[in-house]
């Protein structure tokens, strides 16, 4: 059996639905939201449970720290409810400690979830800051911080470095046959107003819809658009048989620029 954090297997699972696609009748971005909140959540979960034990998971045990701090002891499913449905999480246990280990984070996320909702998207859009992390395991009543700074620190390197992977990813294999190119409107922060999030995805030749490209796109201009269509052909984007839209200036002219007046459908 694999001996690898759920976080871990949830990072491998969004990696084979962003190369593999899903079916046609699946909601690709719904399932990458839920994906993205679980990922997000499980890390959480687990730097949480690092700060009560003092060390990481692979670090070499002190038995004067493990004595009074305790051991892992495995997980138990547990479920966080969101806007997206029921989240599944795995959650880290702790044995022959001095005090009961009992997750603060998970309640606070009961109540909190709709913080994470915010951010999922924005983590595929163009990443997650420090100060961003932190806002979300923030109680804004009390001002507490629900995990460490350098756990903030940890999840944040990591997602940073799943954004990179999926943004500059080689699009060069992926067998694209029509492409949907479309703009939703989503409040990123707290109290921001609605910023614009350009999408595009893809159905391939065997009939799968994978998500190729998100990005932060407010005016909506052809000079946006035709700057993230760019970004994917950069990176092997092959031309597809028509591309569907919908009837924003902006984005007709940067299909007709780029695409060299392939069929575009509405």
């Given at each position: 059996?694999?001996?690898?954090?759920?976080s871990?297997?949830?990072?491998?699972?969004?990696?084979?639905t962003?190369?593999?696609?899903?079916?046609?009748?699946?909601?690709?971005?719904?399932?990458?939201?839920?994906?993205?909140?679980?990922?997000?959540v499980?890390q959480?979960?687990?730097?949480?449970?690092?700060?009560?034990?003092?060390?990481?998971?692979?670090?070499?045990?002190?038995?004067?720290?493990?004595?009074?701090?305790?051991?892992?002891?495995g997980?138990?499913?547990a479920?966080?409810?969101?806007?997206?449905?029921?989240?599944g999480?795995?959650?880290?246990?702790?044995?022959?400690?001095?005090?009961?280990?009992?997750?603060?984070?998970?309640?606070?996320?009961?109540?909190?979830?709709?913080?994470?909702?915010r951010?999922?998207?924005?983590?595929?859009a163009?990443?997650?800051?420090?100060?961003?992390?932190?806002?979300?395991?923030?109680?804004h009543?009390?001002?507490?911080?629900m995990?460490s700074?350098?756990?903030?620190?940890?999840?944040t390197?990591?997602l940073?470095?799943?954004?990179?992977?999926?943004?500059?990813?080689?699009l060069?294999?992926?067998?694209?046959?029509?492409?949907?190119?479309?703009?939703?409107?989503?409040?990123?922060?707290?109290?921001?107003?609605?910023?614009?999030?350009?999408?595009?995805?893809?159905i391939?030749?065997?009939?799968?819809?994978?998500l190729?490209?998100?990005?932060?796109?407010?005016?909506?201009?052809?000079a946006?658009?035709?700057?993230?269509?760019?970004?994917?052909?950069?990176?092997?984007?092959?031309?597809?048989?028509?591309?569907?839209?919908?009837?924003?200036?902006?984005?007709?002219q940067?299909?007709?620029?780029?695409?060299?007046?392939k069929?575009?459908?509405?």
């Amino acid at each position: 059996m694999r001996k690898v954090a759920p976080s871990e297997m949830v990072r491998e699972q969004i990696g084979r639905t962003l190369s593999g696609g899903v079916d046609e009748q699946t909601n690709l971005l719904s399932t990458l939201a839920q994906l993205g909140m679980k990922q997000l959540v499980q890390q959480a979960l687990e730097q949480e449970q690092e700060d009560f034990l003092g060390r990481s998971r692979y670090e070499r045990r002190d038995e004067e720290t493990t004595s009074r701090r305790g051991y892992r002891n495995g997980y138990e499913d547990a479920d966080l409810s969101t806007a997206e449905g029921k989240v599944g999480v795995r959650m880290p246990q702790v044995r022959g400690s001095s005090e009961p280990y009992h997750s603060k984070l998970m309640e606070f996320l009961a109540g909190n979830s709709e913080a994470l909702e915010r951010l999922v998207t924005e983590m595929y859009a163009r990443g997650l800051s420090t100060r961003d992390v932190e806002e979300c395991f923030k109680d804004h009543d009390s001002g507490e911080l629900m995990i460490s700074r350098s756990a903030v620190s940890e999840i944040t390197d990591q997602l940073w470095e799943d954004y990179r992977a999926f943004s500059e990813r080689d699009l060069s294999e992926i067998e694209v046959e029509y492409l949907f190119v479309d703009a939703v409107y989503e409040s990123l922060r707290r109290y921001g107003a609605k910023e614009g999030i350009l999408c595009c995805w893809a159905i391939t030749t065997e009939g799968r819809k994978v998500l190729l490209h998100l990005a932060v796109g407010n005016k909506e201009s052809e000079a946006c658009w035709t700057e993230f269509f760019r970004d994917m052909i950069g990176r092997g984007l092959r031309a597809p048989t028509s591309v569907t839209s919908d009837g924003a200036p902006g984005l007709i002219q940067a299909i007709e620029q780029v695409f060299n007046n392939k069929p575009r459908q509405e």
